[in-house]
């Protein structure tokens, strides 16, 4: 790839994984800095002025494209992701209130239209509406309920296994340490234990915002590798059980990057809106068909509303594995923290 070809991107990355995999938050940055220092000397040749973070992230922040993003599009992002975690941290009893109060005031919204169209001139045709049409839309509408429940059990499956996988790794590195010299296994030991701690303390609140990243790994268990692969073992136990704290220590590590991948998903915007509009067309359906009977048509929206309602708040309390008030906790890595010796 020339750097011509380079030069004419608004937005571009240059990463080395395998080094920020085993090296401390400031060795990754140190080498990320290094790699792009060339590419910079002749970028800057072109007049374009360059942002480097600690990740090793390169930008191109003088462009007018960029610049009206950082004005006009990454605050409305933002606003709309804050809205969304509020929502998602509202305690059950507040988020049911909700739920139900939102769905049962469109009920009787539509009941009240309904009444008005009946009373119409065109009554006679609105009360002419088959029953028979609430079929295919209770079909399509239960279907796309379906979908998107399985969608929200299967995130909070993958995010259970991946702190059960998390945890049990580390739960083997200090097994596996007990055989290593007594130093290398303090000092695994204490890597873990500070690891667990960073989890719990810093790195599930940002999980439960969605705002942790894979840019860095961290520090503790980049430090074990290390530590673990500069060991000068003599006897084959010991050799066994390097490799074993090594092949733990990496599953440690794809484990985090799942959780926090799964911490990042979430039922989008498009398939709230289509599932709200489904619903609000099958309330709409109901109430015309029972448009002549006002006291079974309410009926229905209430018995309908309440069905409705239930179901968003099913998948909205589980929609973020690690939001909320029934979010997924730190518990299986506190269990298995060391005990300082």
Known sequence: MSLGSVSNWPLFVFYRSSEFTRLSEQGAASIATRSVRPVLATVRGRAYRLLIDSCGLVERVDSPAFNRYSRQVKPRV??????????????????????????????????????????????????????????PIGIIFGLFIAFTAAQVWNDTARATAAVNTEAGALRSIVVMSAVLPQESQVELRKLVRDYIQYTATTEWPLMARGVVTLNISPPSLNKAIQSALSLAVDTPGQQTAQREVVASLRQALEARRERILISRTQVNGVKWACLIFLGVCLLFAIALVHCENRLASAVAIGLFSAVFATTILLILAHDRPFTGEIALTPEPLLQVIPAER
Request: proline share 3%.
């Open 78 to 135: 933002e606003e709309a992701a804050m809205m969304s975690t509020w929502l998602h941290n509202l305690p059950i009893w507040l988020m049911t209130l909700v739920a139900f109060g939102a769905t049962f005031l469109a009920g009787a919204a539509l009941h009240v239209i309904t009444a008005m169209l009946a009373g119409g001139q065109h009554g006679r045709s609105y009360g002419a509406i088959s029953p028979a049409l609430l079929s």
